[in-house]
């Protein structure tokens, strides 16, 4: 069973999400959830950004908050699952004979796949495009 990961600051309890390199903050149920590879690669790229917002003299010392950004393990049950996951995944294993449970569980994991795909997207992927497309409108 696949290990699933956060990107979390303790102190703000603030979540992170990457998504073409663009970081986000997020509340938990709408931040990404990755394998362990992106969400180090997530939390790498997330500290690299705290720490020169740090350095930077532009931003007033009151600003300034300690970084305490860490992987945050979760389970499958925390995994947001999107429409198109609905729509793609949840009524074919469905139609396949999986039960619920196994069903939902299959549709989770999935979902993490595709967060996994964004972290770093090409826009001449046809399916990346559109998506990114979508996003922007």
């Known amino acids: 069973m696949m290990k699933l990961y956060m990107v979390w600051d303790e102190i703000?309890?603030?979540y992170f999400s990457e998504v073409a390199g663009v970081t986000r903050e997020e509340n938990k149920d709408n931040a990404y959830i990755y394998d362990k590879k992106h969400a180090?690669?997530?939390l790498q790229d997330m500290l690299k950004v705290k720490r020169a917002i740090m350095k930077s003299p532009e931003v007033p010392e009151c600003m300034k908050m300690p970084v305490n950004i860490m992987?945050?393990?979760v389970s499958v049950d925390d995994v947001p699952i999107s429409d198109y996951c609905i729509n793609k995944t949840w009524t074919d294993k469905i139609r396949h004979g999986y039960p619920f449970m196994d069903?939902?569980?299959l549709c989770k994991y999935e979902q993490v796949r595709r967060f996994n795909d964004y972290v770093r997207f090409n826009t001449n992927t046809p399916?990346?495009?559109?998506?990114?497309i979508r996003e922007t409108f």
Request: glycine fraction near 0%; hydrophobic fraction near 30%.
């Open 40 to 42: 180090t690669q997530v």
């Open 127 to 132: 399916s990346h495009n559109y998506r990114y």
């Open 12 to 14: 703000s309890n603030v």
């Open 103 to 105: 069903a939902l569980r």
């Open 71 to 73: 992987l945050k393990e």
